[in-house]
């Protein structure tokens, strides 16, 4: 019979159109993501030895460590700076944190309109003089 892939293509569509609706309201209704989901990430500073085997495990080398040594001669994290810009969202870095301090977060909305905003400092306290949030401070003095 001539038409019969077009009936059962049919058959299928009406079947869906008239079925459970699968689409999200997503601005109004976040999602729920499975929890390996690789998001933004979330550095717990308090676990952090400054080892810098993230840094290492880092195929683009977006992630820069910033340590001094105290005087019982343990490194103290000063500084971590990721360039989310460049970032493959690999999770090698997270893997390879030895005390766990490095992990992702369910936060998926990081776009920016400048490059410049995809740095990100996760020491409370560090910034960068040739941020953008600087030059426009400067500017509008």
Known sequence: MYGKGLLEGLKITVGHLFGK?????????????????RCFFELIEEKCIACGICANACPNNVIEVQSVRGEDKKRKLTGYKMELGYCLFCGLCV?????????FTQDFELSCYHRDNTVYYFVEGQTDE??????VKKSEA
């Open 95 to 103: 893997e390879s944190c030895p005390t766990d301090a490095l992990n």
């Open 21 to 37: 609706t699968i689409t999200q309201k997503y601005p109004e209704v976040k999602p729920n993501l499975p929890p390996c989901t």
């Open 130 to 135: 040739n941020s953008v949030e600087d030059k």
